[in-house]
């Protein structure tokens, strides 16, 4: 009797919870750009192509990225939330009206995307958090030529990133291409076509557990500068199962649009 309580326990369980991943992970950011310099560290778990990132700590907080707020990404509806549990509010990212704004800034901005070049060195073998990882680096070169109104610049742009990367982490598996390859298009044909191409040329190299990448711009004259270096780490990663409810929104929280570009129904 005891044993059937048991095993009717496991199936109950089973339907109303499933497996899936968690890691953590700190990025800090140094660049050049003003209000571009961060350093986060989030917890992140995946199940499903479902996916929540939740910010443990931020250097420099902005309606984007606030300590204890999180992203959730629905696979259902292919629809990306930010989560405010202090206000108990969520909102849509608005994807269509930050295109709408590119499109505008489109018409004052034109850019162009010459002889774009993504190479993969492999360095070796490495070990990290106890996975076997590929040690590499990749090299994305292109020309840019930036034109605002009447004014025309042209740079040689290289970002240069280091990876230790692995297969035996199911993190890519779990978020899924939707939320890897989700639609954050802007509207600019050359440098979407640029961003396809690097998104695609990451995730053939596995799971990152730590990444470097370094951003320079070389003028026309010559002169190199380093515009931006990230490093990403990941502190922990592992398996985790996961109630139904982990990634609904809670009930009771309300809708807000966002302050950029979102209008109130």
């Not at 326990?9 to 089973?14: E, G, K």
């Not at 969520?90 to 269509?96: F, G």
């Not at 490093?231 to 990634?247: H, I, Q, R």
């Amino acid at each position: 009797m005891k044993r059937s309580f048991i095993v009717i326990l496991l199936v109950i369980f089973a339907m109303t919870a499933f497996a899936g991943v968690e890691w953590r992970t700190q990025t800090e950011t140094v660049a050049k750009a003003k209000g571009q310099s961060n350093t986060i560290v989030m917890q992140v778990y995946a199940s499903n192509g479902n996916v929540k990132q939740v910010f443990e700590s931020v250097a420099d907080e902005n309606e984007m990225f606030q300590k204890d707020s999180y992203w959730l990404f629905k696979a259902v509806d292919s629809t990306l939330y930010l989560v405010n549990p202090a206000e108990k509010t969520y909102s849509r990212l608005p994807m269509n009206a930050l295109m709408q704004m590119t499109g505008v800034v489109g018409k004052l901005i034109k850019i162009k995307i010459k002889n774009p070049v993504i190479n993969n060195e492999k360095l070796g073998t490495a070990t990290v958090l106890g996975y076997p990882c590929l040690h590499s680096k990749q090299l994305m070169e292109y020309d840019m030529e930036v034109k605002v109104v009447f004014i025309k610049t042209k740079s040689h742009e290289k970002i240069e990133k280091e990876i230790w990367s692995t297969a035996k982490f199911k993190g890519m598996a779990e978020m899924a291409e939707a939320f890897r390859f989700r639609d954050f298009k802007t509207g600019m044909e050359d440098l979407d076509n640029l961003i396809e191409e690097q998104i695609k040329a990451d995730a053939e190299l596995g799971f990152p557990l730590k990444m470097i990448t370094v951003n320079t711009s070389i003028d026309k004259k010559g002169n190199a500068k380093e515009t931006s270096r990230q490093t990403m780490e990941v502190l922990s990663a592992g398996s985790k199962t996961f109630p139904v409810s982990f990634f609904e929104i809670p009930a009771g929280y309300e809708e807000k649009p966002m302050g950029f570009g979102g209008e109130e129904e």
